[in-house]
């Protein structure tokens, strides 16, 4: 059974940072091309930061210089740094394990950032 959860979300004030990771299971976690997403309410889920499947990296432009994707495999883990939040920032977060035409979803974290 595949399994993505999430952690680490929260509430932060602006300018603020916060560290999610996600850890995965049931999967071949070093074949997958692992991201993160976010859906603010009344949003379309977007693009934050992904593992391309060349091993290279994207984030949206919103978050550029601001958010680091990284990942552990030995740890089976990825990791989103979000530094310098904003409250425009604030969403659930989610992680994402794609490998060709086979995609997996956690269920999100929340994260919230206000003073």
């Known amino acids: 059974q595949v399994q993505l959860v999430e952690s680490g979300g929260g509430l932060v004030q602006p300018g603020g940072s916060l560290r999610l990771s996600c850890a995965a299971s049931?999967?071949?976690?070093?074949?997958?091309?692992m991201g993160w997403y976010r859906q603010a309410p009344g949003k379309q889920r977007e693009l934050v930061a992904t593992f391309t499947s060349g091993g290279g990296t994207n984030y949206a432009n919103s978050v550029k210089g601001r958010f680091t994707i990284s990942r552990d495999n030995a740890k089976n883990t990825v990791y989103l740094q979000m530094n310098s939040l904003k409250p425009e920032d604030t969403a659930v977060y989610y992680c994402?394990?794609?490998?060709?035409?086979?995609?997996?979803w956690g269920q999100g974290t929340q994260v919230t950032v206000s003073s």
């Open positions: 049931g999967i071949v976690f070093s074949i997958y091309a």
């Open positions: 994402n394990a794609v490998h060709f035409i086979t995609a997996y």
